[in-house]
């Protein structure tokens, strides 16, 4: 098991950039996958970025292709989160999640797994 904290949330105008990151604990998090959800106020939590334990492959929400990064520095046991061209539909509070069987299991993470705090993002229009 690993223990993630996330950070980098932050009040931001529409148009602006944000970098999250997500620390781990455990020297066997690079056979981690790791992905970002997002909850929204009333909203459901939606999986946004997704990253295998290589880092080799990713994966994007449709609503954040080409906008958002996900990235991994396995000597640092962080993922990123690079957020560019922000809006206001962005705003939720964001958490990362961890999955030792892989990326094709973050998508379902919340059926089965806990939450860290999240950081929040806002974004101002």
């Known amino acids: 098991q690993v223990q993630l904290v996330e950070s980098g949330g932050g009040l931001v105008q529409a148009g602006g950039s944000l970098r999250l990151s997500c620390v781990a604990s455990?020297?066997?998090?690079?056979?981690?996958?790791v992905g970002w959800f997002r909850q929204a106020p009333g909203k459901e939590r939606e999986v946004v970025a997704a990253?295998?334990?290589?880092?080799?492959?990713?994966a994007y929400a449709r609503s954040v292709k080409g906008r958002f990064t996900i990235s991994r520095d396995t000597a640092k046991n962080t993922v990123s989160l690079e957020m560019n061209s922000l809006r206001a539909e962005d705003t939720a509070v964001y958490y990362c999640?961890?999955?030792?069987?892989?990326?094709?299991?973050?998508?379902?993470?919340?059926?089965?797994?806990?939450w860290g705090q999240g950081t929040q993002v806002t974004v101002s229009s």
């Open positions: 990253i295998s334990g290589s880092g080799g492959r990713t």
């Open positions: 455990g020297s066997t998090f690079s056979s981690y996958a």
């Open positions: 999640v961890a999955d030792s069987r892989g990326i094709g299991r973050i998508s379902a993470y919340p059926s089965y797994g806990n």
